[in-house]
């Protein structure tokens, strides 16, 4: 996973990379499921942008995936967890920029009320948190976290309804309250709607962005597919970002699984 980290690492240091490129080869190891080289490079940004909100929460998303590929998806994950060589100190580290991100992103947020980028950014940071302890650690706590993200989002897409990456991730929400969620816990978390999430997501795919911002979109709606067992879309779907990513081996798996078998 790590084979192109030192080479990514050398060219940056000759070139002196600006942290926008910096921040764009931590994006292309992330989309190309290099998690743990993309956790790396992010802190490398630390020395020429401390402050900036992408690199920590691609940096949390990064660590998030990390502890997803670690831990079952069904089991005891209390066990799982402890029996796990790597998962605390991931944990620690997740735990430890989720809470840098959101107090910067809040400090932001009481000079320039209504900002777009610290409200989306502090969003996204509640939401990996809320993410972490629902899926990987099986844990039913981060409602705080979880009504914050839901507040900042909304107020993002009330401000900017084309904002890519705040309606994919409100469309998570709705498509978890509604699809993972008991009746009365998805009343008390204001409820969702799996139609509503597929239809955002959808036309969040289908907008036009940045080439990274579009990959989130692509990539999220790939998985709506997939839980949804639409695989004709998810094949097509795939197919796109793996020309995109090639050396995405998630993609490649899934292909390589489901191409045969959709054409007998």
């Known amino acids: ?4 980290l030192p ?16 921040l764009s080869d931590a994006q292309w190891c992330f ?13 490398e940004l630390r020395a020429s942008d401390p402050e900036s909100l992408a690199a920590i929460e691609l940096r949390t998303s990064a660590l998030l995936f990390q502890l997803k590929a670690a831990l079952p998806e069904h089991g005891d994950k209390e066990k799982a967890f402890k029996q796990c060589d790597t998962c605390a100190e991931l944990l620690t580290a997740f735990l430890s920029d989720t809470a840098r991100g959101q107090a910067l992103a809040r400090e932001r947020l009481q000079s320039v009320p209504g900002d777009d980028a610290a409200l989306f950014f502090l969003g996204k940071l509640d939401l990996n948190y809320v993410w972490l302890q629902l899926g990987p ?22 401000q900017n309804p084309a904002h890519v990456r705040a309606r994919v991730a ?26 509503r999430a597929l239809a955002s997501m959808k036309a969040a795919a289908a907008a036009e962005a940045d080439f990274f911002v579009h990959a989130e979109a692509r990539f999220a709606l790939w998985d709506l597919c997939v839980r949804e067992r639409n ?22 798996k899934f292909l390589d699984k489901h191409e045969a078998a959709s054409h007998p």
């Open 31 to 43: 989309f190309n499921a290099h998690y743990e080289a993309a956790a790396t490079l992010t802190v």
């Open 170 to 195: 409100r469309a998570w929400i709705d498509y978890v309250v509604d699809t993972k969620m008991p009746w009365g816990t998805r009343w008390v978390l204001g409820g969702g709607s799996k139609k």
């Open 231 to 252: 695989l004709e879309t998810a094949i097509t779907i795939a197919r796109g970002l793996a020309r995109d990513f090639p050396e995405n081996d998630e993609l490649t």
């Open 137 to 158: 650690l099986g844990r039913k706590t981060g409602w705080d976290e979880y009504w914050e993200a839901r507040r900042s989002l909304d107020a993002v897409l009330a």
């Open 1 to 4: 996973m790590l084979a192109i």
């Open 7 to 22: 080479v990514v690492l050398i060219v940056g240091a000759s070139l002196g990379l600006s942290p926008n490129r910096q």
